[in-house]
Antibody, heavy 121, light 110 residues
C-alpha cells in the first residue's frame, strides 16, 4: 500500500525558513517523480514543484522560484521541500504527491494528508 | 487568476448529468494531456481522470473526461450525494515549464 507522510509544518515568522519532509513507502521510490502541491485557506490547489525520479530534473512555480528547493533522498525514500524567505502568502496546507511516472507531469496518483504551514508574526 | 479557467460552481440533482468545463491555451491543454482531481474537504485530492479520458482503477465509469482543442470537460452522470466536492483540472504548461491547475469548481448536489 502506497503511503505518503508529510512532516515539518508549523508556525513560522515572515522571512523565516522551514523544511518539509515526505516519507514514502509501498512503492519503488526512485522510479517515480514526486511533487509538492499546496492549498491556501479558502483557495484552490496550487502546484509548487516537481522532481524527477533520479532527482536530476526539477521544476518550480514562479511564485516560489528562487526561494524553495525540492530534493529527494532515494536511499531514505524521502522527499523534501526547503522553504526560505517565507511570506504570508505561503500559508497553506502542503501536500506531497507521487506521480505515475518518473518524468514530471500533472499525473498525481497518490497524495499525502498534508502538513500545514502558517507564516505569521 | 488561474491559468486554466473553470466555472466556480456547478450543481445538479441526484441522478442528473453535470459537466464541468476547463479552458486553457495552446501551451497547456492544446498541446498536453488533461487531468482531473476530486477534492473533499479535509481529505487528500484524488485522481479521477488522466490523459484526457482515462480512469484509474476504482473510479466509477460515471466519471468521464474529454478534450477538444484548448478546452476539456469532466462529465459526471448518475449524480450522487457523495459526488459533492471540489473538482480541479490540471495540465502541463510548456511555456511555464510546470503544472497548472484550474481554479476549481465546487459541485453541489441539491
Amino acid at each position: 500500500e502506497v503511503q505518503l507522510l508529510e512532516s515539518g509544518g508549523g508556525l513560522i515568522q515572515p522571512g523565516g525558513s522551514l523544511r518539509l519532509s515526505c516519507a514514502a513507502s509501498g512503492f519503488t521510490f526512485s522510479s517515480y517523480a514526486m511533487s509538492w502541491v499546496r492549498q491556501a485557506p479558502g483557495k484552490g490547489l496550487e502546484w509548487v514543484s516537481v522532481i524527477s525520479g533520479s532527482g536530476g530534473s526539477t521544476y518550480y512555480a514562479d511564485s516560489v522560484k528562487g526561494r524553495f528547493t525540492i530534493s529527494r533522498d532515494n536511499s531514505k525514500n524521502t522527499l523534501y521541500l526547503q522553504m526560505n524567505s517565507l511570506r504570508a502568502e505561503d500559508t497553506a496546507v502542503y501536500y506531497c504527491a507521487k506521480l505515475s511516472s518518473s518524468a514530471p507531469s500533472p499525473s498525481f496518483d497518490y497524495w499525502g494528508q498534508g502538513t500545514l504551514v502558517s507564516v505569521s508574526s | 487568476q488561474s491559468v486554466l479557467t473553470q466555472p466556480p460552481s456547478a450543481s445538479g440533482t441526484p441522478g442528473q448529468r453535470v459537466t464541468i468545463s476547463c479552458s486553457g491555451s495552446s501551451s497547456n491543454i492544446g498541446d498536453n494531456y488533461v487531468y482531473w482531481y476530486q477534492h473533499l474537504p479535509g481529505r487528500a485530492p484524488k485522481l479521477l481522470i488522466y490523459r484526457n479520458n482515462q480512469r484509474p482503477s476504482g473510479v466509477p465509469d460515471r466519471f468521464s473526461g474529454s478534450k477538444s482543442g484548448t478546452s476539456a470537460s469532466l462529465a459526471i452522470s448518475g449524480l450522487r450525494s457523495e459526488d459533492e466536492a471540489d473538482y480541479y483540472c490540471a495540465a502541463w504548461d510548456d511555456s511555464l515549464s510546470g503544472v497548472v491547475f484550474g481554479g476549481g469548481t465546487k459541485l453541489t448536489v441539491l
